[in-house]
């Protein structure tokens, strides 16, 4: 009794301490560090861990090679749990303790829309690796280096009517957060630029469900030929394992980047008639091409795996310090802020469109994504065409 | 429609073999076991470990994970017979919350959220019947529940283990004086569900969401099918579970209803206990 | 002190603070459900969730009266829904309360993923009230809010329903015996957590202004009430200690570089821990204090009135309890005092009959299966008696008192109280109408003092000065002791106490005086004679010791195998044949 009455001194005794020690707020001077920050989920049950480890690499590569004119770059990473609350306090200890010029790498279920008022108010600009929910794309304060599932899905749309020539094209979405409406948008997108409609759209696929077989047989016996999911990757493993266990071998799988993984392929032997992804970055599944090699080469060395989420941490690094490299004067985080601003397209092999930041009031200026498929009983993703698909403006 | 109420048979079939489990374990032990389902999904997600990462061949990791299943759920049954021996269903049963969150969130841990690549050990349509698919999952998933509550009933009634776990759960005290082993057998009835619902979810998981959360979770359709059997009948739990994948199924195909689809477990629970506690009862220990 | 914190914290940390009141809240509200009312409730994020969907919504619809009226609103919302999802469970013991709630939390949380919180489509924030719109003020709001709640809940557990909580999570027999709906102090207890819920829930809605279903998950809730029941946050202290562990634990892993997922780990093991030794640091904590206390005024507050105790009690004829004795044991027969005015004269003008029948049981035949345990029964208690009832172990006197009070609805037979028909009536009615019962078992609530549970018990209100008359009239401790220092003996005083203080037309004691000594024993016989002129009650008192039921009971009815053997004042039945054969080869000697 007596041990745990210390062991709550030495709770409270803790508190106090965290509490003194986040009150010290450190100046910038010329030689102290660029503080950098991203907020991630990484704890739950669904994380994206690789891009901020991916941005991590980045920035001590550089930071080894001198960094920024003998400034090291700080970067430090934040686990938002996927509550918003978490993320909220991360945002505020980054940005009112720890002085952060600017977010980077960052990859979280809820962060962009949890924080885009304060980011507004504290005039910091974020660039997420991956943007994962609506926030990331309707911010003034965020651009993400990825595409995004929204326009992802346009994609995965058009190249499915367009190239692949499918129709009775039926979309199942798992509508987790407020992204509705965005994947509305998206569909909308597609009719605009094809003239065509989905066969039938299903909202009501639950976000980890134990068993997707109804939702599967449904689409079955409504005929449809394709199936167009924005699941995330567990949840595709069951859908395709479902409509293998119903027999229905003739469907044509529209996903999207967030089931292009080695884990998956090696989950899925019987794709059906193919499972074709619009990837966001070039595929990184091919280990002979240059246009990867600098970034495949930094993650074997670090040990970090190889996916379109570390694409992405990779890329919003490197967009950031492009971006501080144009600096004159003292990085502070409005001359960053600035500097982003007036940044002049950058063209990078491993994106199909250049990126750019800009004063608009909101950001998705990627629109190009490489086609890449799965076939059945090959357990890998190949190329599935020799560039990026656009959708037509 | 029919179709769709199949499609739910594998589904039911999980959620009946796990509800027998529940309904043994209320039975003999005096605990619903919230983390019934959780010592199954960690055993099949270790036999995923040892198959993709130690190389072992698939029978052989199955048949360690499901073993370590036991292993658990029998450390946990421990836990329960040594401090816990003479406190409330009620204590005992919010023990095993313990578990089943530290469960989940180590799995978390170690195995990662990323799907398991779990190798089918089944799959395929079994057979088709009027134009409806019936899956081999679902055959063998429906054959497991019902062989489940049949052995059970019968190692109940026919057995000399079963009299002595039946005098252990009814005159606890008698049972002790005439020298029955309490704590051995009710470690074993702890380790016997362990094993069963690990080979239920190593059988489901690969056709199925197989992430820590979806498969710990199956613990409410369960105890919705268990309920049915008011904890007590096999038989009627195996009834109960597959009711509720078959309706769960059918909502599924009726847009308007989708919604529902997510409380159809929670209204199954509601309206059994509104149904079984209609009378008051007034319990004789309090 | 919030404002302090509210100024000295850094931003970061003011909204961490925050995340704790807010849990603090949900705790304080948890405590009461599973700490006080012993049940398992394992979807109070799910009615925090209630709250704060209910708070966006009257955000997006513009509502008037602002933040607080919202929050408000949330807290109520929360506890109808908490009243919806208990209803089924009411009559239910914990488990089924668990299914019930985790079935309830698994669904809402698919649910809310899908129709997700009224304005976060379109990104609206939710507005906090214009005094407190900044981290900081919003922090010194929340303490506020958090201040509030305390406040409410530690006047509840001091109210009447507070004391229906604990008293039904000790035993729900008990509870009804004395007249308390055990459905309503269960649903009671249920609606105020879930109330609870909501309100942090809303003030988590106003803390991130665009509240996630993420913060609501089923896991997040079986973390919480694992909290709650390893540090007891029944008590309010607790809760906010509870709180703070909530976002320091997370908070020290990020320290240290730990993964997250830890935390529900530690929280998971340490549950597992506190719920087989079933102990909580809150109480420890408590019990470390009270007996410090303790040993600087071990006597402080037990002026036992009853002065004339160079009592029978031998030394060590009672166990003693732990404080070293803080109550003497009784009072010589012949000194017994009656209490002074108002208990005695409040019954007289009670208008209850001074003549005829109390109570008038016919044909009552309870039957176990093949077994009659009471076979066509025919007892009638005059007004203003004692009436013994006695006979041999298995006779069926114990299940007599069941049937009489209602537990037993399978009992066939006619009933009734001071003309009234019991036929159908619950025991928690029965017991309103004026028929109370003690019992063999310890049915006493140990978290109560003596004073709370007298007060609970007697159903009316009773004045300091009435309290400590009744009390003293038995020799019971003062009304500041804890029951749970109070010996078995003891306990039962002090239930027949408080049952006297209820002043019913019957009073139905069973073995009132096992545990006492045999002097004790004669002193309370002595006390029970005067309650039909003192108090206008009338009595039955089970009891084994035939001196003291000669003494005391001028009727008596003697059961035997299930049947009456006799009935009718003492000395005819004591003369009776059947009953003198009946008793043969007993150790006392008629």
Redesign the interface.
Known sequence: MNRRVIGVAALAAAALVLSGCGGASSSSSSNSPIVVGSINTRSGPATFPEASQAAAAVFDAFNQAGGLNGRKIDYKTFDDKGDPATASASARELVGSDNAVALAGSASLLECQVNQKYYEQQKILSIPGIGVDPGCFNSPNISPANLGPYNDMALTLFYGSEKLNLDKICVLLEIAGSTRPAYQGAIDTWSKATGKKPFYIDDTVQVGASDFTPYIVKAKNAGCKSVAINAIEPDAVAQVKAANAQGWNDVTWLYLTSVYSDNFAKAVSNAGSGIYVPAEFYPFTDASNQINKEWRDLMTKNNIPLTSFSQGGFLSAKYLIQALQGIKGDVTRESVTKALHELQPIQNPMVGTPYTFGTASTHANNTAAWPIKLASGTNAWQSSGSDWIKLPQ | MLQGALAGLAAGGLYAALAVCLTLMSRLVRVVNFSQAATGMFGAFVAVWLVTAAGLPIWLGSVLGILLAGALSAAIGWIAATWLSEASTTARSAMTVGPLLLLISLSFILFGNKPQPFSPILGGPAFEFGGVVVSQVTVVMVLLAVVVAVAVQLILTKTAVGTQLRALSERPTTAELLGIPSKPLSIAVWAATGVISAIAIVIVAPSQSNDATSLAMLIVPASAAALLGGFTRPGLAVVGGLALGVLSGLVAQIEEVALIRNFLPFLFIVVLLLWTQRKEVWDSAR | MGYVLSI??????V??A??AVTAAIALLGLGIVTGSA???A?CQLTFAAVGAWVVSLLNVMEAPGGFIVWLVAGGIAAGAAGILVGL??L??????L???T???A??AD??L?????PG??D?I?VERPDAFSD?RQFFFFSVIVLVVCALGVFWLQRSRWGASWKSVAF???GT?AVGQSVRTAKLTAFAVSAALGGVSGGL?AG?????????FT??QS??L??LA?MSGTQLIDMAV?GG??WV?V???L??FGI???????I???L??QA????TN?GE??R??WWKRRGRVAPRSGTTAPVEAAPASAGPGARGLDDRGGTHDGGSSPAAAPSPSSPLAAGTAGSGRPAHGLALAVDHLTVQFGALKALDDVNVEVPAGTVMGLIGPNGAGKSTFVDAISG?L?QATGTMSLGGTPLKGL?PTHRARLGLRRTFQQDRVPPSLTVGAYVRFVARRHVSDAELADVLGFFGCPSAGTRLSTADIGTRRLIEVAANVAAKPSVLVLDEPAAGLSHEEHVALGERLRTLPSTYGMSVVLIEHDLDLVRAVCSQLTVLDFGKVLASGPQDEVLANPAVIKAYMGETEML
């Not at chain 3, 009559?91 to 089924?96: A, T, W």
């Not at chain 3, 993923?113 to 919180?117: K, S, T």
């Not at chain 3, 803390?207 to 993420?214: A, H």
């Open positions: 000295s914290l850094s931003g970061y940390f909204f961490f925050v995340s012993g049940m398992i394992l089924p469970a009559r239910l013991r914990g488990v089924n668990a299914v019930v985790l079935g309830f698994a669904a698919v649910t993923q899908q129709i997700q919180f976060s489509k990104g924030p981290d035993s729900e027999r009804a988590l803390q991130v202004q665009l509240p996630f279903p993420s913060s089923p896991i079986l973390a009430y694992v029941v200690f703070i562990m320091l997370p908070e020290l990020k320290r993964p997250q997922d830890w935390g529900f780990v929280f998971g093991a549950g597992v719920l087989t030794s079933g640091l420890e904590i019990n470390a537990f609805p619950s």
